[in-house]
């Protein structure tokens, strides 16, 4: 294997000529270059790399900050990576992204890496250099008390912001937020089964971010901040509210359809039978409805006086839930609203 190390600067070139005089493509070249590199820094990155902390840890040990060791050792990593970098970048001609260091510290690594590779090589690695650093001042704060590490935290977080936006335009650096705050990857996730394109994600997130921070959200923290529940329950219903005007009736139904039991299920059963929309429409308003009116029933019953005895309504929560659930059975079906109601009692265990 070529070792880059051991030759002079005006033999890569050579060495790249001879691959384009044998007719390699320009990618295939530059893939091979940046697999030798790779390889000859491997050794030197594996014994720095932080050893990733299991899924099922404790939260004790998935959180605890990494020590000064820890971070002498990533600093080393970090190093060597823009070494690396630097060295393609003498070789190619191009700026290679180099390898985001990972800290001991539970992180959705994946998202913030898919976030950095939205960004052109070229500004990636000052918001890349950015971040980590607010990692490591992160990790440091961590052994604040909850109030002072939210503070403190706000401030590292807004120190990052700045410097972001130095190269990021406005509506990048809210992509990069929607990519890699935990708000974004939440909803990015529950609303697989919707397929959004991007104008209807953006529009989303901005509703669910502002639902998250006036929950008492900081920027990655959740509910970091106490609110009376009053306030949530608002900040939830605006949001839910914003939704319908910004998608639509058909792509809201399309997001209910997606972050819903109910709608999942309602969706497979459709998947199933091979059900039309607007059939699968009115069930789910009719399951939606016939789920409150059960839980209204309950709360009836558990509320009875003690005599025994309580006011009757005009109609009771179970009669108007047994007129709901016959007008299911009508919409969808005698057998496919019988399958429904099978698979909705039938219980699961996941148990070894």
Request: aromatic content about 8%; hydrophobic content about 40%; proline content about 5%.
């Amino acid at each position: 294997m070529l070792k880059w190390e051991d030759i002079e600067s005006s033999d890569y070139k050579k060495y790249i000529n001879g691959l384009r005089t044998a007719g390699f493509p320009e990618e295939l070249i530059r893939a091979i270059i940046i697999a030798d590199v790779e390889s000859l820094y491997a050794a030197r990155e594996e014994r720095l790399r932080a050893k990733p902390v299991p899924h099922d840890a404790a939260v004790a040990e998935r959180q605890a900050p990494p020590t000064a060791e820890d971070w002498d050792r990533l600093r080393q990593l970090r190093q060597v990576e823009v070494e690396k970098q630097a060295v393609l970048k003498e070789i190619l001609g191009i700026d290679v992204p180099r390898e985001m260091f990972r800290t001991p510290t539970s992180r959705n690594y994946e998202a913030y890496d898919y976030a950095l590779e939205q960004i052109p090589p070229e500004r990636r690695e000052i918001v890349q250099a950015a971040l980590e650093n607010f990692w490591q001042a992160d990790d440091e704060l961590k052994q604040l008390d909850h109030a002072s590490y939210v503070q403190a935290y706000r401030q590292k977080r807004e120190e990052f912001n700045a410097t972001a936006l130095q190269v990021l335009t406005p509506a990048e650096f809210e992509r990069f937020e929607m990519n890699s705050t935990p708000a974004g990857t939440e909803l990015a996730r529950r609303t697989t089964g919707m397929d959004p394109n991007d104008d209807e994600m953006l529009a989303m997130f901005q509703l669910a971010y502002k639902c998250w921070n006036d929950s008492g959200g900081v920027y990655g923290l959740w509910h970091a901040v106490r609110v009376p529940s009053e306030q949530i329950a608002a900040a939830e219903q605006a949001m839910e509210t914003g939704l319908q005007q910004a998608l639509g009736p058909d792509r809201y139904l399309d997001y209910q359809m997606a972050v819903t039991a109910t709608g999942q299920q309602l969706r497979n059963l459709a998947a199933r039978y091979d059900i039309p929309r607007e059939t699968i429409a009115q069930a789910f308003a009719l399951q939606t409805e016939a789920d409150q009116l059960a839980r209204t029933a309950r709360v009836a019953n558990a509320t009875v006086s003690a005599d025994g005895s309580s006011p009757a309504p005009a109609q009771s929560p179970a009669q108007k839930l047994a007129e709901v659930q016959a007008q299911l059975e009508q919409v969808l079906g005698t057998e496919v609203w019988q399958a429904w109601q099978d698979g909705r009692r039938r219980q699961v265990s996941l148990d070894p």
